[in-house]
């Protein structure tokens, strides 16, 4: 079966921290930096990035829509 | 593989919508209105109505929601966005009008104003947020606060006897034969989120077939006016809200 | 015909789009009008009775909105509910017609005429710096004259335009020449005339249009008061109206408005018959106030009578405008009496003359 890779973009300025896209992640893919952005908010990164599918189930529950996602097919 | 060769743009599956502008939300971290707002500015754009809708977003948190989707915006008077939205309709029939409004705004002073729009079967869209406090004001009482919820104004919880019962707003709109497609969704999981965007879908589509005003109440959260965290907010809700308001639809004529 | 009819008549002839209005004596013969010459089948004006008059203002504000003819009326209760949605219409610089139909107050008061809602209209009876342009007809066919006239300031200044009526002029019945038909404005119409910021939809070519008059900065809020107080000199200075009756070599004047400028065309006919020269100013806009000619005429007289059917209001104005250079004084009848042109000729003797 072809794997599928997947990765998303944050917008790091505009992520307010509220850390529902790492709950609503099914494969414990994101988590909130320890830095912090310019509004003093620690925002999400993939802290396990090879386990992300692409699903954008993260970007779906965004409320400040500030996920991009992207999917590939991968045949190894 | 590296992250950077699946960072492409012939890979990408998901993007914030183009009618979302750039400027920052004012919501609070976690707030439901920002997933509302996406999911509107979604199904207007697979709409392609962009030019051919007007939102009306009255006082409440989600005043500026002007300021978030790029269409033609009329901001209106506390609790008077249906009164605003039937001039639009009944003068421009051929475009698709909305309005955006809170607990507070659409279930106590404007109760009337909502009440007669959906009568008269106004060929509008009322999108309606329950998160059962007023926002924007720091925290008080809405109408459809539960029993025994606390809030700025019910410091000891909501006592009946004092405050009186939360209303079910939605059902009572529901018996009135103006109503034809009237829904309660919610924004808190990926699976809620897409029969929210399914049932927005469908009641603008339902403004066009002379079916009736539409009515898309979203049960939602207030983490500050809760004064929880986003999650602890999400769980709440659904012990605490669903009970009382229900999912599902609740009319379809 | 009967004045109300005539302001329905007058709003379906003009090219209206959208009446929103509530029952409320005396001037519920305007949506009655409406309703019975359906209008919608002629030129596709929307006539709709709403569940309040707040409701009803605040469709209007959302026809407006769109850059399209809106119009509601009512009488003194009525346009006590309508406040906050006529201060949001100036604040979003929304142009539209409000006819007040005026009774005798306060509370739920009498369904007699009185005058006695000037501060109301011309003061602004809502919140914040803002003013109506307020015309104010005594005649059936100013009625009709004014509905059009309403309009055309109310879009050329992107402001509310009230006419300030009372029960008399409502009720009455005169001849009129009605106006020719001119038929409402085409979607290509208002792009042309208010293309720059009504809701038709957000097009490609254009950003997004937003009716609001919420502005949180306020350094730009003060900005923008600064931007209508600069509209409302503009007012003064081009639109102030007025009318003079033997004002000429007039010792004597009346200054009174609407029905009782009627009342006092009579009266200064009864003065001139026992050798008194007296003369009737009639301001037809009550906003902006005719304070130019008020002044000249407190330079030539001996003293002037404000006659209305209130306790004085417009007095005040007479008073700022003569600025002490003649007495003003104030007569009137009010909770919905009418004076008798003897009572104000008894009035002029007594407060002016005999003073």
Known sequence: MAKIRGAIVVDTERCKGCDLCAIACAFKVLGLSREVNGKGYHYSEMVQPEACTGCANCALVCPDSVITVYKVNVNN | MEITDIIRQENLVYAKSPLLTD??????????????HALIAAVIEEMGVQDRTIGVSPVGCSVLAYNYLDIDWAEAAHGRAPAVATGISRLHPDKYVFTYQGDGDLASIGTAEVMHACNRGENIVIVFINNAIYGMTGGQMAPTTLVGQVTATTPYGRDVKLNGFP??????LAQLDGTGYVTRQAVHTPLAIRKAKNALRKAFENTKKDKGTSFVEVVGTCSSGWKMTPAEANRWMVENMFPKYPLGDIKDI | ????????????????????????????????????????????????????????????????????????????????????GLTYLAGAELPCLVVDVVRGGPGLGTIQPAQSDYFQATKGGGHGDYHLLVLAPASVQEMNDFVALGFELAFKYRNPVMILADGVIGQMMEKVQLAEPVPRWTDADIERLSGDWALTGKKERRQRHISTSLELDSYKQEI????????????????????????????????????????????????????????????????????????????????????????????EDVRLAVNGVTPVEHFGRYGGVIPTPEEVVDALKKQIIGA
């Open chain 2, 167 to 172: 209303m079910k707003i939605t059902e009572l």
């Open chain 2, 23 to 36: 400027n920052i939300m004012h919501y609070c971290p976690g707030c439901s209105h920002g997933v509302v």
């Open chain 3, 224 to 315: 923008f008061n600064h931007k209508l107080q600069a509209k409302y000199r503009l007012m003064e200075a081009n639109d102030a109206r007025h009318e003079e009756l033997s004002c000429a070599d007039a010792d004597y004047l009346f200054i009174a408005y609407g029905s009782s400028a009627r009342i006092c065309q009579k009266a200064v006919q009864l003065c001139r018959e026992q050798g008194i020269k007296a003369g009737l100013l009639r301001p037809i806009t009550l906003y902006p106030f005719p304070k130019a000619p008020v002044q000249a005429a407190g330079r030539r007289v001996k003293g002037i009578l404000a006659v209305e059917m209130s306790a004085g209001q417009m007095v």
């Open chain 3, 1 to 84: 015909m009967k004045g109300n009819e005539v302001i329905a008549e007058a709003a379906i002839r003009c090219g209206c789009d959208g009446y929103f209005g509530y029952p409320i004596t005396p001037q519920s013969e305007i949506m009655e009008t409406l309703m019975l010459r359906e209008p919608w089948k002629e030129t596709g004006m929307v006539v709709l009775q709403a569940e309040s008059e707040i409701a009803a203002i605040n469709m209007v504000y959302g026809a407006a909105s769109c850059g399209k003819k809106a119009m509601t009326s009512s009488s003194s209760p009525g346009i006590s509910l309508k406040q906050e």
